[in-house]
């Protein structure tokens, strides 16, 4: 199931490319927690109604560049990251798992601005950010099972060799 990498560990990113996808990872969740708190505890009484706090529209506007960022951030991941893990069958649950919460994410956010009425956008909008909260949780757990496998080949073939 695990095999080592017969051309070197290609499947581990580096610092920049970590950076990226951990640095636009933070600014989805960030922007979203705000957006999501602004807006269910922060909301002012007006004269027609409750009326949305003034910060509330730019945490939407970080949140869509951040997303866009996002979309081509993670899609680098494709060609080396994915297909070499892929095919030496590293990680690869908490891998589909992690690409599934992605596409998930995608495919409300898209909703999101294309499509939904009143009953149907708030129903949407959870659904959305409640799978954005548990995002940091499944990569956390993604990164750390990652390295875990690849040390325990390493570890292998260090034996092996010895
Ligand atoms: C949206 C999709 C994905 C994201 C954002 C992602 C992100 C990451 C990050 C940030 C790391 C830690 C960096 C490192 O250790 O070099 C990592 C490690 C890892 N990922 Fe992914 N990954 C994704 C999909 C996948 C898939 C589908 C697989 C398997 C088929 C996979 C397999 C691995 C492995 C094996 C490691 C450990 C690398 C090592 O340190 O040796 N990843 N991933
Ligand atoms: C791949 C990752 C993600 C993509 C592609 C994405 C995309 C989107 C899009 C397109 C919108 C609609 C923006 C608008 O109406 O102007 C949106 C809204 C939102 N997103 Fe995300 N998002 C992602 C991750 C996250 C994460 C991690 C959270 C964490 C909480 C989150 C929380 C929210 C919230 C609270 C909204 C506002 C919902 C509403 O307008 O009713 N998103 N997202």
Redesign the pocket.
């Known amino acids: 199931m695990n095999r080592p990498s017969p051309r070197g560990?290609t499947?581990?990113?580096g610092p920049w490319h970590?950076g990226f996808?951990y640095g636009v990872t933070a600014a989805l969740v960030v922007s979203g927690i705000a957006w999501v708190v602004l807006h269910y505890f922060f909301a002012r009484p007006g004269e027609y109604g409750p009326t949305i706090h003034p910060a509330e529209p730019w945490m939407l506007k970080l949140h869509g560049a951040a997303a866009m960022a996002g979309l081509i951030i993670?899609g680098s991941?494709l060609p080396v990251?994915?297909r070499r893990?892929?095919a030496i069958r590293?990680?690869?649950f908490l891998?589909?798992g992690?690409?599934l919460f992605?596409l998930a994410l995608t495919v409300t956010g898209y909703l999101l601005y294309y499509a939904g009425d009143e009953e149907t956008r708030p129903v949407i909008s959870a659904v959305h950010w409640i799978i954005g909260l548990v995002v940091p949780a499944v990569?956390i757990w993604?990164?750390l099972s990652?390295?875990a496998?690849?040390r325990a080949v390493q570890k292998q073939a260090l034996e092996t060799h010895a």
């Open positions: 560990d499947v581990r990113l970590q996808v993670y991941l990251h994915i893990a892929w590293r990680n690869i891998g589909i992690l690409v992605m990569l993604h990164v990652g390295r496998q690849t």
